[in-house]
């Protein structure tokens, strides 16, 4: 089967740091997405790995280790915007994309 | 370019009826899948279709959920005989090509049954 797990709700200060972990455990693997999604709106693509390392982005990373089924993804310079439920999705073999549960973050003033 | 485009936007029908949702992905997109999110809930895959392969069912909860993609295009999602569980925004989205290109959403149908 695939399983896919985030923690469900995090919270940090503006201007902080905060790093979303995501855990998976599937039939093969082809790449790990990252998606955000505001409430009431449509998820939008963030991030993309495929191989081992930190993909960097403006002021979001993405970490993923393949050996060890694990990613994070790293948000830096937390804007009130950022706030939002923070998707991770991995491609099996068989390329169909499948979500975890999300987890939502609240930043605060 | 446009986006993904789904309709309708909002969908009422009592328990029973059957509906059809509307997607028009991205033009030149080869993948395209469904997608249902319940409130507060992450994203429940249903179907996927790539190019003019048999599409990838199984993710459909039964018998009275079907979807068919006519000439590598618009796709349309029916649900028969309409159940109150089966609530929930249904989202479509489309890819480039089914390998390590990103899903762009469509903003969904939301569906409520009575």
């Known amino acids: 089967g695939q399983n896919i797990d985030q923690p469900t709700e995090m919270t940090a200060t503006e201007g902080a740091i905060v790093q979303i972990n995501c855990t998976y455990q599937?039939?093969?693997?082809?790449?790990l997405f990252w998606y955000q999604q505001h409430a009431g709106e449509a998820p939008t693509f963030l991030s993309y790995?495929?191989?081992?390392g930190l993909e960097e982005k403006g002021r979001f990373s993405s970490f993923l280790s393949r050996s060890k089924g694990y990613s994070y993804l790293l948000l830096k310079e937390l804007q009130m915007k950022d706030s939002a439920s923070y998707l991770c999705?991995?491609?099996?073999?068989?390329?169909?994309?499948?979500f975890g549960s999300g987890t939502r973050l609240l930043v605060r003033p | 370019g446009a986006g993904v485009s789904q309709s309708p936007s909002n969908k009422v029908t009592e328990k029973g009826k059957d509906v059809e949702l509307r997607c028009d992905p991205i033009?030149?997109?080869?993948?395209l899948y469904w997608y249902r999110q319940s409130l507060g809930q992450g994203l429940e895959f249903l179907i996927y279709?790539?190019?003019?392969?048999?599409?990838?069912k199984s993710g459909l909860p039964s018998d009275r959920f079907s979807a068919e993609r006519t000439g590598g295009s618009v796709s349309t999602l029916t649900i028969q005989r309409t159940q109150q569980e089966d609530s929930a925004v249904y989202l479509c989205?489309?890819?480039?090509?089914?390998?390590?290109?990103?899903?762009?959403f469509g903003n969904g149908t939301r569906l409520t049954v009575t």
């Open positions: 790995n495929v191989l081992d």
């Open positions: 999705a991995v491609t099996p073999a068989s390329y169909k994309l499948i």
């Open positions: 599937t039939s093969g693997f082809n790449g």
């Open positions: 279709f790539q190019g003019n392969s048999a599409p990838d």
């Open positions: 033009s030149g997109h080869t993948a």
């Open positions: 989205a489309s890819s480039l090509t089914a390998y390590n290109s990103p899903l762009h």
